[in-house]
């Protein structure tokens, strides 16, 4: 596919109506423009339900620890390819897979927070990825990111969905709302996960966490995660049942 059809991707990204056809379409699209041998969308929140004869690769995949191409993307939100990160020697090591000879990844944000993001691999004998697929890459998850925003829940604003919390239980002048990453913490209290545990999964840190809570404690007058959970166990099940619609399985 020629450069001069960028901006035809970027048609096609915002004609899509759902993230099945992000998977199914626009996917393929992005995997000939940039010549992959593969190209996936992928959210950190759904790798848990990847089939488990692949969870042990995804454990070393997605460490940030084992895998510095993650790590970068992780810590600069920026698209990068393994060149930039490690030498060939290296890169071999960590990943000796013929169809991964070459990577590049690029960030899916969504409300300032990274939630996923577009992986593509080279084949061995395959040109590497360069400065300028960086470059496009950068502009296409830019376009992702505000489309998908769109689309998937907890991205979008919990205002612009309507799920306001119980307001007769609220303080000072009953008319807050908690913001989407919030409400998602909140989620994952309801579901047992520790600190710790919430922040690896939405890849914060524990005290990021620890301060969000503070927030959501403030905001609903309760001193507790019982309390808290109690309170918006209405609201909860809402955003649950809404998940569930928004979010197509990975085809």
């Not at 993307?73 to 071999?92: G, I, Q, Y």
Request: aromatic share 6%; with cysteine.
């Amino acid at each position: 596919m020629m450069r001069d059809s960028l901006q035809s991707l970027f048609t096609a990204i915002a004609q899509a109506q759902n993230l099945t056809q992000v998977h199914q379409r626009v996917m393929v699209t992005v995997s000939e423009y940039f010549a992959a041998r593969r190209c996936r969308l992928f959210f950190f929140d759904e790798l848990s339900s990847v089939d488990p004869k692949w969870q042990g690769i995804l454990k070393f995949a997605t460490s940030v620890e084992y895998n510095p191409v993650l790590r970068y993307l992780v810590e600069h939100h920026a698209p990068v390819h393994e060149a930039l990160v490690v030498s060939p020697k290296a890169w071999r090591a960590i990943c000796p897979r013929a169809d991964h000879w070459h990577v590049m990844t690029g960030p899916i944000v969504c409300n300032s927070q990274l939630v996923g993001g577009i992986g593509l691999t080279r084949e061995r004998g395959n040109l590497a990825f360069t400065t300028q697929d960086l470059t496009d890459l950068g502009a296409v998850c830019l376009h992702l990111s505000t489309r998908i925003a769109t689309m998937r829940s907890p991205c979008v604003s919990i205002s612009d969905r309507h799920l306001e919390i119980d307001r007769s239980k609220s303080s000072a002048d009953n008319s807050f709302r908690l913001t989407p990453r919030e409400i998602q913490i909140a989620d994952l209290v309801a579901r047992g996960l520790t600190n710790a545990e919430i922040g690896a999964q939405l890849w914060i840190t524990e005290n990021s966490v620890k301060q969000a809570l503070k927030r959501i404690f403030r905001k609903l007058d309760v001193s507790s995660r019982a309390q808290m959970v109690a309170q918006l166990q209405n609201v909860l099940s809402k955003v649950s049942l809404m998940t569930e619609s928004a979010i197509e399985p990975f085809p």
